[in-house]
């Protein structure tokens, strides 16, 4: 158990609705990062927060958004859902800014699944 | 653009024989690496990193390879155990703020 707790874990949805995906960091983590892991890729990074701020983007479309709220948990926001969105997506946080030290934490992902 | 690359989608070992998983890398500013491993319904957890700075690091049957000039990173497991099997994702870092990951190789070791 790593301590970073995601809700829900498993979400079937169809094409153009919305829906929230809720990460709640280890205690006393400051840092959160969403990643998108679709069929035969890699993690992608998607966005941080730090201490409630973006601090990093990264191929993040348009129809997502995220944020972190001043108890440290994160939301990430998908809409007009594609079938192309089908995907694990996972959240990890870090007590630090920097993540190069493997201190970094991952939950056990919330996979969407788009009809 | 896949900056990290993991060439092999999967790979069977023999139990008590060696692992090794590649990465090949196309970013010179990446300054970090990380191995990240992966059991199903489980999220990535970090295994063995290394410096830019350093060639190899080790840390008891896993060692880390980095060859620059090469741009490669490998993964040695020795000796490999049923335990292992899982997926195993090489991660970059192009500056402490973000971790660029390859697709995952698939490992499995058989009895």
């Known amino acids: 158990d790593s301590g970073v707790t995601q809700t829900p874990k498993h979400l079937i949805t169809a094409t153009g609705q919305r829906v929230t995906l809720r990460c709640s960091p280890r205690?006393?983590?400051?840092?959160v990062y969403w990643y998108q892991q679709s069929l035969d890729q890699g993690l992608q990074f998607l966005i941080q927060?730090?201490?409630?701020?973006?601090?990093a983007k990264g191929n993040i479309l348009e129809r997502f958004s995220a944020q972190q709220f001043p108890d440290l948990h994160s939301e990430l926001n998908l809409s007009s859902l594609e079938l192309g969105d089908s995907a694990l997506y996972f959240c990890?946080?870090?007590?630090?800014?920097?993540?190069?030290?493997?201190?970094?934490?991952f939950g056990e992902g919330s996979r969407l699944t788009v009809l | 653009d896949q900056q990290v690359k993991q060439n092999s989608p999967s790979l069977s070992v023999q139990e008590g024989r060696i692992s090794i998983l590649n990465c090949d890398y196309t970013?010179?500013?990446?300054?970090?690496f990380l191995w990240y491993k992966k059991y199903p319904a489980e999220g990535p957890t970090f295994l063995i990193s290394?410096?830019?700075?350093?060639d190899k690091n080790e840390d008891g049957r896993f060692t880390v390879f980095l060859n620059k000039s090469a741009k490669h990173l490998s993964l040695h497991i020795v000796p490999s155990q049923p335990g292992d099997s899982a997926v195993y994702f090489c991660?970059?870092?192009?500056?402490?703020?973000?971790?660029?990951f390859g697709q995952g190789t698939r490992l499995t070791i058989n009895p």
């Open positions: 990890a946080s870090s007590v630090r800014l920097a993540v190069n030290t493997g201190e970094l934490f």
């Open positions: 205690s006393g983590d400051l840092s």
């Open positions: 927060y730090y201490n409630g701020e973006e601090r």
């Open positions: 970013n010179s500013m990446f300054d970090y």
């Open positions: 290394i410096s830019s700075i350093k």
């Open positions: 991660a970059a870092s192009p500056g402490a703020q973000k971790l660029v």
